[in-house]
């Protein structure tokens, strides 16, 4: 008879253990009349009810752990709000877990900390490794100037899409589509971001970032994405650095003449420049701090008459910012642009797009032509030396140097008066012999006269 009866007791279901609750005092009335303790759901191992002194009756959750003495306590919440069929799901969800020997708690401490570990969160820990040598394998710290970068990248391509997700949820396609976007507008860029998402998802899925513990790298494809990339050889030609003065002496904001001037007469990278504070130059040196230099090697140049009127400045800042306190960081690449179409005008064609760094370029050209032996050329650069040489020669062609900056002022000097520009570029007065004379080697368009013909010429000092 029971064994027949066995298939409608099961069928019951909701009935049943409404039936049986009803039985064992566990229905809606008993546990509405309860004052005070609690009462033990018969039908689900671990599920209690229990009365608060407020009068309010809160669900618990109270058994040992399968294979070991510990107790697992949860709450759900309150009764009514959290039906008896509510908690009772709750309750055997749990009892799945702990009768296989899995703490509940545990497990949603782990799930918490990861849905916690956002990209925001686990770059973070990254660039904290990356200070302290712990993000690549090279296991070196990394540079202030690389940490600059990697927050650059990451605060312009990275975060505003991937930020507040959680690490762990990123797919390959995020990543692909970052890329893909970046490449649309700066191939070279897109490059750069490619190869710093690398680092980051690689730290973050190998031994070195435990503490974010990505299982899979989805970066680890991405360098099949690399964009071609052929070096850059811009340089300005004589000619073009008269239409490039000449421009220059048009924009309206001082400091950005001032500037634009220092790029070509220093050959310094932009950012040394405009983040340049007053208390680097002392006795006509402008000694770039190693902070602030991409190789980490203070460099020191002698500025020329021009170059040092030109940083003379009552500011903390050479370059300050209009509104806040600090350098100014904005508006040079628009002014280089509003430069590149005067120039446009001035040579009545289009003019080949370049950017600050060919300005270094354009120096480093003309060294073999002003007489400027190779290691002297490059210490006016900052580059390291190579080989053995980085090791035993200590030299630091300081006076060469000095001697150098001079002659590559004056050959500016020289196109800047050709063009009549002295006044509007804030070239010091009465101008040396030796400046004169060269300044007639140029036309007032920057072009290089034939010689013989520079005695017949007389000069416009602006």
């Known amino acids: 008879m029971w064994p027949s009866l066995l298939p409608v007791f099961l069928g019951w279901g909701a009935d049943w253990s409404r039936l049986v609750s009803k039985r064992t005092g566990f229905a809606p009335a008993a546990i509405d009349s309860l004052q005070k303790g609690w009462l033990l759901d018969p039908l689900t191992p671990g599920l209690r009810i229990e009365a608060l002194a407020s009068g309010k009756k809160k669900w618990r959750y109270h058994r040992r752990l399968f294979g070991s003495g510990e107790v697992v306590k949860a709450t759900f919440g309150m009764f009514p709000a959290r039906s008896i069929a509510a908690a009772r799901e709750w309750a055997r969800e749990l009892n799945a877990k702990v009768e296989a020997g899995i703490d509940p708690r545990e497990e949603k401490r782990v799930a918490d900390e990861r849905a916690s570990m956002t990209v925001a969160r686990a770059h973070a820990l990254y660039i904290a490794a990356a200070r302290e040598g712990r993000a690549s394998r090279a296991k070196r710290v990394n540079k202030p100037r690389t940490i600059v970068d990697k927050l650059k990248i990451y605060r312009c391509d990275i975060e505003p899409k991937l930020g507040k997700r959680s690490i762990y949820d990123v797919t390959e396609r995020d990543l692909l589509k ?68 000449r421009a220059v002496a048009e924009e309206d904001e001082r400091d950005f ?23 680097e130059v002392a006795d006509g040196i402008w000694t770039i701090p190693v902070s602030r230099s991409k190789n980490e090697q203070a460099h020191s140049i002698a500025l020329g008459p021009w170059g040092l009127a030109l940083m003379a400045t009552n500011s903390d800042w050479i370059f300050p910012a ?40 354009t120096m480093r050209s003309n060294t073999k032509r002003l007489k400027i032996d190779f290691d002297t050329a490059e210490a006016m650069l900052n580059h390291l030396k190579s080989g053995m040489a980085r090791i035993y020669d200590g030299y630091e062609h300081s006076e060469e140097m000095a001697a150098s900056f001079l002659r590559w002022e004056n050959e500016i000097v020289s196109i800047a008066l050709a063009s009549g520009l002295a006044r509007k570029l804030e070239i010091p007065e009465e101008p040396s012999p030796k400046r004169v004379a060269e300044g007639r080697r140029y036309r007032r368009d920057g072009r290089r006269r034939r010689s013989g013909t520079a005695s017949r010429t007389k000069m416009s000092h602006g």
């Open 178 to 245: 970052l890329v893909n976007a970046k490449g649309k507008v700066a191939k070279v860029r897109a490059n750069r971001l490619a190869s710093e998402l690398k680092v980051f998802f690689g730290w973050a899925s190998g031994l070195r970032g435990l503490e974010v513990g990505l299982d899979l790298n989805p970066a680890k494809r991405l360098a099949d994405l690399r964009y071609p990339e052929p070096p850059r050889s811009r340089k300005l030609s004589a000619e073009e650095i008269g239409w490039y003065l």
């Open 257 to 279: 003449r001032r500037g634009l001037v220092l790029l070509l007469l220093t050959a310094v990278r932009i950012s040394e420049l405009r983040n340049a504070h007053r208390s």
């Open 322 to 361: 209009p509104k806040v306190d600090g350098p100014r960081k904005s508006g040079w690449y628009k002014a280089r642009d509003r430069v590149l179409s005067r120039m446009e005008v001035h040579a009545g064609r289009k003019i080949d797009h370049f950017v600050p760094h060919d300005l270094r370029r």
